[in-house]
């Protein structure tokens, strides 16, 4: 994040290891994000090689539930691609 160094430091620290609990993690706040400021998000590790892209879709089924596509990247391929309910 050129913006926010702690934050590129921290995402790039958390994706830096294999698809798998820290990219969880990352994916998780990229998706929350996503659905409560109603935006794109995307996280990028340092080295670029694991990227989290989260998309707002609309409305969820509960109250003040958003749906979000999250997708994960490793070397520019794409290896997940949900679309879940992120409620508050």
């Known amino acids: 994040d050129k913006d926010n160094a702690w934050r590129g430091a921290a995402i790039g ?6 698809l798998g609990g820290g990219v969880t993690e ?3 706040r990229a998706a929350r994000e996503a659905a409560r400021e109603n935006r794109p ?7 670029g090689f694991q990227r989290v892209e989260a998309h707002p879709l609309g409305q969820g089924s509960g109250s003040g539930c ?17 679309r879940i309910e992120v409620c508050p």
């Open 13 to 18: 620290a958390a994706l830096g290891g294999v």
């Open 26 to 28: 990352i994916s998780t």
């Open 41 to 47: 998000v995307a996280y990028q590790s340092n080295d």
């Open 66 to 82: 958003r749906l979000v596509r999250e997708q994960i990247y490793q070397d520019g391929k794409l290896v997940r691609d949900e």
